[in-house]
């Protein structure tokens, strides 16, 4: 049984910044490629950023330039570095994530970006 399991979110003043992970756990192989999706209240989920199984990244236009993703496969871990959070940054965010031969999503965590 694989889980994702997230972690990092929280409030925090504009400006500031948040590191979410993103780690497989239980009987689980590697992750292959990822990506974190955001859903603010009222609004669709959207993707914010994706990295490939070859490291290969790309990024919503509202998010370039502040937020990275990146992982580390011997923790089998997927993270997203956001900087210069903005109010319109705030949404549960969620992890999506191959772990072959599946797709898996973890519970989501909280960010919000309040003064």
């Known amino acids: 049984q694989v889980q994702l399991v997230e972690s990092g979110g929280g409030l925090v003043q504009p400006g500031g910044s948040l590191r979410l992970s993103c780690a497989a756990s239980?009987?689980?192989?590697?992750?292959?490629?990822a990506a974190w999706y955001r859903q603010a209240p009222g609004k669709e989920r959207e993707l914010v950023a994706a990295i490939s199984r070859f490291g290969n990244t790309n990024y919503a236009d509202s998010v370039k330039g502040r937020f990275t993703i990146s992982r580390d496969n011997a923790q089998n871990t997927v993270y997203l570095q956001m900087n210069s959070l903005k109010p319109e940054d705030t949404a549960v965010y969620y992890c999506n994530a191959n772990v072959v031969p599946y797709y898996y999503w973890g519970q989501g965590t909280q960010v919000t970006v309040s003064s």
């Open positions: 239980g009987s689980v192989g590697r992750i292959y490629d």
